[in-house]
């Protein structure tokens, strides 16, 4: 398994809209693209305008692939346009699990 790692910087001020936004359109229409959604994170200590959020996948053909769909789902690119208003700065990144990390299909 792989997880794409999302970590977006917000304009200050705008965390609770950004949350707000993703559970109302974002999460739903995500989860049934993407798939295994491990999870959204805040920052709790440091920049406190970061969200992080990761999705799992078998490998780097699964997410090419369900990430191309979102690319071209009209309630997906909905939700962008109205989450991009939030972004001021996006990092993207695949994690590799090295060996005795628990089974993450799992989470």
Known sequence: MIIDYRAYTLKVGTVPLFLKLFDEEGRDVQKRI????????RTEIGNTNQIIHMWGYANLEERQRRRAECAV???????????????????????????????????
């Open 34 to 41: 993407l798939g295994n959604f491990i999870g959204m994170f």
């Open 73 to 107: 789902d009209p309630t997906f690119l909905a939700y962008v346009k109205k989450a991009r208003d939030y972004i001021v700065e996006q990092d993207v990144r695949i994690l590799v699990p090295e060996a005795g990390t628990p089974d993450l299909s799992k989470l």
